[in-house]
Each structure stands twice: as structure tokens, then as C-alpha cells.
């Protein structure tokens, strides 16, 4: 069963706007962890930002902020202040506690062009 | 620092043939993980190995096979290739202890099969 949902078609964004990223959940866990990552063309895989189930604070890596919303199950990227270069696809990312022996499951992605 | 390193690159296969795809980490992580990615399915795991010494299906096992080697090597074998194993495939490793600990990934290897 599909464990991450991101199902937003691609997204054009005007540089130096903000763009929020969605990503739902699921999962039996009390203990997990959400992730982030970044696939420009090039394709390497870079990491962007780490949430944590027992996290109060929403996180924040410089542009990128995390929105968490525990109760809907939600994760969403935001990327304030586009550059031309965040144009890539976006992939969340959930790591399951013991009860997911560890196991670390990707969405579908969001591809992001940002248009000068 | 090398990280993840995955060979080869780039390969051609018949259908039908074998070939094992390597990976190999050297930050001393539990975890190590085998993915492939297609146009607009995103990365589907294949096989996980938590540990040394286990592994585990993912999504995807079908036509897959897995070793541990050790806790540096984790190895992907397709015994009879098919066109529609052509895909991207990334390995990737993680500390296991702790959920809050990012996989870090190989270049990837791009697999054909004709």
C-alpha cells in the first residue's frame, strides 16, 4: 500500500515566490521520520530537511520549512523565496520506527519549474 | 569521503541475461537500501537491509535478488533480465538507529534492457 502521497502535477512558480509542497502519510508507527529531498536533472539525490514524530517545532533548513501537521498525517515543503535553481523534483520521504523495521519509503514526487 | 558508490553506471542487458549491480558504503551504516525510479512512480523500494546479516522485500522484489555481503556491501542481482526491469536504480545507506537519520545515496546506474 502506497505509504506517501504527493499528488500535485507540476508546479510553475515565479521566482522569489513562495511554493508549499504536499506530502500525506501513513503509518502505524509512534515513531518516525520525515524527510525531504531534492532530484534536480542532474539526477543526484540531495537531502533538504528531516521531521521528527515527536518533533513540537515545525523544522527549518535555511529556505526550506517544514509544515507538520501530526493529526492530518501531513508533511509540507515549503521553499520560500524561489531561485532558479530549486527547478527540480521534490520527493518526501518516511522512515518507519521498529514496527517498520526501519524501512524508508519515497512519494511519487512534485516536479517544480520556477520561471524567471 | 566516497560515501555510496555504485557500479557500474551504465549498463546494456539482453533480455534474459544476469548481472549483479554493486554497492558499497563507507560510513559505517546499518541500513542499506536498493531502489529504482521510473518517469512518475517515484523511487520504489526493492529490497531493504536494516542490518547485517537481514534483508527484506520492498515494493517492487519481483525479478530481484539481494546479499548482504557485509555491512559495507549491498548487492543487487537481476537473474533474468527483463525490458521492463529497464530503469534507474539508486542505492542507498542510513544509520538505523534512530528514525532521524538521512540515507545517503549512490550516483545511480542506469539499466537497459533491450
Known amino acids: 500500500a502506497q505509504k506517501i502521497t504527493q499528488t500535485q502535477p507540476g508546479m510553475f512558480v515565479q521566482e522569489k515566490e513562495a511554493v508549499t509542497l504536499d506530502c500525506t502519510y501513513d503509518t502505524s508507527d509512534q515513531s518516525y521520520g520525515l524527510f525531504w529531498y531534492k532530484q534536480p536533472s542532474s539526477g543526484e539525490m540531495i537531502f533538504l530537511i528531516y521531521?521528527?514524530?515527536?518533533?513540537?517545532q515545525n523544522a527549518t533548513e535555511g529556505r526550506y520549512s517544514l509544515n507538520f501537521q501530526k493529526a492530518r498525517k501531513s508533511a509540507n515543503l515549503v521553499i520560500s523565496a524561489s531561485q532558479l535553481g530549486d527547478s527540480a523534483m521534490y520527493f518526501c520521504?518516511?522512515?518507519?520506527?521498529?514496527?517498520?523495521?526501519?524501512?524508508?519509503?519515497f512519494g511519487k514526487g512534485n516536479q517544480v519549474v520556477v520561471i524567471p | 569521503n566516497a560515501g555510496v558508490t555504485q557500479t557500474p553506471k551504465f549498463q546494456v542487458l539482453k533480455t534474459g541475461q544476469s548481472m549483479t549491480l554493486q554497492c558499497a558504503q563507507d560510513m559505517n551504516h546499518n541500513s542499506m537500501y536498493w531502489y529504482r525510479q521510473d518517469p512518475g512512480m517515484g523511487l520504489r523500494l526493492i529490497y531493504y537491509s536494516a542490518s547485517e546479516g537481514t534483508t527484506d522485500k520492498g515494493e517492487v522484489p519481483n525479478g530481484y535478488n539481494v546479499s548482504r555481503l557485509n555491512k559495507r556491501e549491498f548487492s543487487l542481482r537481476l537473474e533474468s533480465a527483463a525490458p521492463s526491469q529497464t530503469s534507474v536504480y539508486f542505492c542507498?545507506?542510513?544509520?538505523?538507529?534512530?528514525?532521524?537519520?538521512?540515507?545517503?545515496f549512490g550516483q545511480g546506474t542506469r539499466l537497459t534492457v533491450v
Open positions: 520521504a518516511m522512515r518507519e520506527g521498529p514496527y517498520g523495521n526501519n524501512r524508508l519509503a
Open positions: 521531521q521528527g514524530s515527536y518533533d513540537e
Open positions: 542507498a545507506s542510513s544509520e538505523a538507529l534512530f528514525v532521524n537519520t538521512e540515507a545517503f
